[in-house]
């Protein structure tokens, strides 16, 4: 199957704080990129998707960024709190409907 | 409006026999996608179903197939179970049009024994 890594990285921020999640898209064709987050025993919720005609799309406390010359997509998280512990997955696709290319995912952590 | 429903929530199976899991989408998406997740591998994109027809498939064998019903709802099954499908098996909809948002179903653990 199509997936990336093995290894789960981790970011650790203080309550209050921004958070920034990266992701290395796989892809140059892929054309609308979406950010999940997934909660332990939960599946993946949708937080903010973008269209690679955009650089930046934003939403209620999160913003994305696309980065096409280096493949690069990032989630800002502004004030984290620790409802907002979870990890954290890009995934692309290039006209494939259902069909996702997930990341590898990243732990987010919230300290208090 | 009601999210993407899995049944069951929880599994167990033996090696060698198989298993059916369900997924009803949200009202009024047309496309389902399956997806395989594993601590080892992350996420993987199993097979979409749009009209009932398959849109998509990933690179799984045989032994995983799908199917859609007139009114949207899937069901996947695994044929001749190995211990290596422990996963957790997600259930995703989106409305059909490329470049729509797949909500997710919080998953069916399958524990192969």
């Known amino acids: 199957g199509e997936s990336v890594g093995l290894h789960l990285p981790t970011l650790s921020v203080q309550e209050g704080d921004n958070s920034i999640i990266n992701c290395a898209y796989s892809n140059s064709a892929s054309d609308y990129f979406i950010w999940y987050k997934q909660e332990s025993g939960k599946g993946p919720q949708f937080i903010i998707d973008i269209r690679s005609n955009m650089d930046k799309r934003q939403g209620q406390r999160v913003t994305v960024l696309l980065n096409k010359t280096v493949k690069h997509l990032s989630l800002q998280i502004a004030a984290t709190q620790p409802g907002d512990s979870a990890v954290y997955f890009c995934?692309?696709?290039?006209?494939?409907?259902?069909?996702?290319?997930f990341g590898q995912g990243t732990e987010l952590s919230v300290k208090p | 409006k009601a999210g993407v429903t899995q049944t069951p929530r929880y599994l167990i199976k033996t090696r060698g026999q198989q298993v059916t899991l369900s997924c009803s989408p949200i009202?009024?998406?047309?496309?389902v996608s399956w997806y395989q997740q594993t601590p080892g591998q992350g996420l993987q994109f199993l097979f979409e179903?749009?009209?009932?027809?398959?849109?998509n498939k990933g690179n799984f064998p045989g032994r995983f197939s799908g199917r859609q019903f007139s009114n949207s709802r899937s069901e996947m099954n695994v044929s001749t179970l190995e211990l290596g499908d422990s996963a957790l098996y997600l259930c995703?909809?989106?409305?059909?049009?490329?470049?729509?948002?797949?909500?997710f179903g919080n998953g069916t653990r399958l524990t192969v024994t």
């Open positions: 009202s009024g998406h047309r496309s």
């Open positions: 995703a909809s989106t409305l059909g049009s490329y470049n729509s948002p797949l909500h």
């Open positions: 179903y749009f009209s009932e027809t398959q849109r």
């Open positions: 995934a692309e696709t290039y006209n494939q409907g259902g069909k996702l290319i």
